[in-house]
Structures are given as C-alpha cells and as structure tokens.
C-alpha cells in the first residue's frame, strides 16, 4: 500500500487559501473546534481520491467544494485538492510505479467539470480510483478517519477489522458506537 505524506487544498470549501497537511509516520491526528474545517479536510482526502458524489461532499452540486466566499473574501472559481504518495516500495497499479512519489490533483472550475492528473500528465477518474482501490485506502473507507478514536490498542486493532475485511462482531459494534 501507498504511504500519504500530504494534503494540499486550495479554494476547497472552507480551505480559501492554500493549506498543507503533512501525514507524518505513525498516525495523525486533527484537532480542533467544532466549525474549523475538520470534516473538510476528510471530505477533501475523499474527493481527491475520486468521489462522484455531491451528497457524500455535504453539497447539491459538485461546483460547492468550490469556495463560495464570505462577506470580507470573494467567492473563487476553482478548487484544486493535492494528495502526495509514497510510492518506495512500489505498491501502486502497474501504471503508477514508474515514480517514488506520486503526487495526485484533482482541480474543479465552476464553469466545468473536473480533471485528474497524477504527477502531471492527465489521468482520468477511474485511473485514481483504481490507484486507491484497496480496501484500507478506497475513497469510501471506513478506515481512513475517526472522529474520536478510544486509547486501547485491542479497541483499535478490532475497530480497524473491518478496514481489512475482516468481520466485526456485534458486541465490538455496539461497544463502538458509544464513541461516536
């Protein structure tokens, strides 16, 4: 599997100015106030990585990732969200692994639909799909986010099964649900 090493939004819902997110080893955490920008982050990693949906981006139309301005900044026309990879050890599709690093951008414009490219050359949606596609890393992964993570390894390791494709069993279900 890929390693993340970033994130950089532009003009992305909330992120107007241009914003990076470093994925250090180990896990990453982001924390902060209800309204922030959290779960524009999350929806961000998911849009980059190939979501068609409108709804699952909290809008009507794909065109409202796009800023929308504020009463003291203007609306903007694009929205441009940057994933960078790790590709060392070679884990991407075949027609990724020519790079050790695969940087993947998905941009938007208002007056059009949007374009992939991975490490610059035009890629279409279903190539970045497919360079995600694995269960731990899919743009509809369970796996990839919680928003309040309990402390014990054991809780961890089997709230992550399913991540894998593992089954889950109900008692861990409901013992889960009271975090969330």
Same mark, same amino acid.
């Given at each position: 599997?890929?390693?993340?090493?970033?994130?950089?939004?532009?003009?992305?819902?909330?992120?107007?100015?241009?914003?990076?997110?470093?994925?250090?080893?180990?896990?990453?955490?982001?924390?902060?106030?209800?309204?922030?920008?959290?779960?524009?982050?999350?929806? %961000?990693?998911?849009?980059?990585?190939?979501?068609? +949906? %409108?709804?699952?981006?909290?809008?009507?139309?794909?065109?409202?990732?796009?800023?929308?301005? $504020?009463?003291?900044?203007?609306?903007?026309?694009? %929205?441009?969200? $940057?994933?960078?990879?790790?590709? #060392?050890?070679?884990? #991407?599709?075949?027609?990724?692994?020519?790079?050790?690093?695969?940087?993947?951008?998905?941009?938007?414009?208002?007056?059009?639909? +949007?374009?992939?490219?991975?490490?610059?050359?035009?890629?279409?949606?279903?190539?970045?799909?497919?360079?995600?596609?694995?269960?731990?890393?899919?743009? %509809?992964?369970?796996?990839?986010?919680?928003?309040?993570?309990?402390?014990?390894?054991?809780?961890?390791?089997?709230?992550?099964?399913?991540?894998?494709?593992?089954?889950?069993?109900?008692?861990?279900?409901?013992?889960?649900?009271?975090?969330?």
């Amino acid at each position: 599997m890929v390693q993340f090493k970033s994130l950089r939004l532009t003009g992305f819902k909330s992120f107007v100015d241009s914003t990076e997110l470093l994925v250090e080893d180990g896990l990453t955490g982001v924390v902060g106030p209800n309204g922030c920008g959290k779960s524009n982050l999350v929806e %961000a990693l998911r849009w980059v990585m190939g979501e068609t +949906s %409108a709804k699952q981006m909290r809008g009507s139309d794909m065109s409202d990732v796009i800023f929308g301005g $504020t009463s003291s900044r203007p609306a903007r026309n694009v %929205a441009e969200v $940057t994933v960078v990879l790790d590709n #060392a050890e070679r884990k #991407a599709p075949a027609m990724f692994n020519d790079h050790e690093t695969l940087e993947v951008v998905r941009r938007i414009e208002r007056s059009g639909g +949007s374009n992939y490219k991975v490490n610059g050359k035009d890629v279409r949606a279903r190539d970045v799909q497919l360079l995600f596609a694995d269960a731990a890393t899919g743009q %509809a992964s369970a796996g990839l986010f919680w928003k309040k993570p309990p402390g014990s390894p054991a809780f961890i390791r089997a709230a992550t099964r399913p991540s894998f494709g593992l089954k889950m069993p109900n008692r861990i279900w409901n013992v889960l649900k009271t975090f969330w």
